[in-house]
């Protein structure tokens, strides 16, 4: 009987358990419809921005083009590593972990690197063997343009004064609710147009394009960390719902294994005291 109890408190357990991540699944889902609707409607915004951006650039000088675009030798370079603040999503944290890590010691492999980190899993792993200059888990607590674009004005400031020579973020980016994708992607300096097509077309600028080149620089970095952490935001959901699901499917194998076992072990011990019962009884008769 002593097992039977056992069988009965491990099923109440992972009964229990069951309702906890079935609940954090269904939290999680409406989270990432959300979430999920405000990068697909930013997607196409910050694409054609960044865009015009370097094709404007392209048409300038370096000078024109304004600090932001000079190329510098890379002695120091400052990784900016968007995790989560929670856990419970699956391999959502450790994959940006690992790319940072491999980052750090395959491309700058002899360089300089400093972190920032944006959530508080990273910064719990990576501070342990890594210089992290700041650690913003604030970001979360209300994730706005106006708050991101003050850390993107700083890592902006970084850039300028030269205490760094490269800049680049490390996010998930959200693909659909199964799949996020490390991504490595450059912020400062400002990356060339890869191809000249459309760069010589005839436009009359008001004011000038130069004007309009410095006044899009700052906007487009800003739009572009907001992007990355916004990618990030709903991946972390997609993650954590796919993860409490497979969670709810495993528990419901486990709780039915566990019945299937408890059923057992109490037929066999129904069975066991009808044996024991039909043998007192053959024993008075005898």
């Known amino acids: 009987m002593a097992n039977l109890k056992e069988i009965r408190n491990r099923i109440t357990s992972i009964k229990s358990t069951m309702q906890i991540t079935s609940a954090m699944k269904m939290v999680s889902a409406a989270k990432l419809k959300k979430a999920q609707d ?3 409607a930013m997607r196409p915004y910050s694409s054609k921005l960044t865009e015009l951006l370097q094709s404007l650039s392209a048409t300038l000088d370096s000078d024109a083009g304004g600090a932001y675009s000079t190329q510098r030798e890379v002695n120091k370079v400052l990784l ?9 999503c699956g391999g959502f944290n450790s994959s940006i972990v690992k790319e940072t890590v491999n980052t750090i010691n395959t491309k700058y492999n002899g360089v300089a ?14 501070s342990k063997e890594n ?5 913003r888990n604030d970001i979360f607590d209300e994730l706005t343009f106006d708050n991101v674009a003050l850390v993107a004005e ?6 300028v004064d030269g205490s760094y020579d ?11 609710a199964a799949t996020q994708i490390p991504q490595v992607e450059q912020f400062l300096p400002i990356e060339p147009v890869e191809s000249d097509e459309n760069v010589n077309l005839d436009y009359i600028f008001e004011p000038s394009k130069e004007e309009i080149v410095l006044e899009l620089i700052p906007k487009s970095l800003k739009t572009q960390l907001y992007k990355a952490i916004r990618d990030s935001f709903a991946a972390e959901h997609g993650a954590r719902m796919t993860a409490m699901h497979k969670a709810t499917d495993n ?3 486990l709780r039915d ?5 408890y059923n057992k072990a109490r037929q066999a011990a129904i069975t066991n005291e009808i044996l024991e019962i039909v043998g007192g009884a053959e024993a008075l008769n005898n």
């Open 131 to 135: 210089n992290v200059i700041e650690n």
């Open 251 to 253: 528990a419901k194998e």
């Open 113 to 126: 690197v400093d972190l920032m980190t944006i959530g508080k899993k990273g910064n719990d792993i990576l």
């Open 154 to 159: 700083k890592l902006m400031d970084l850039y």
């Open 80 to 88: 900016v590593v968007v995790t989560s603040n929670r856990g419970l």
């Open 38 to 40: 405000a990068i697909t």
């Open 257 to 261: 294994e566990l019945l299937l076992t």
């Open 166 to 176: 490269r800049i680049e973020l490390i996010y998930n980016r959200f693909k659909n």
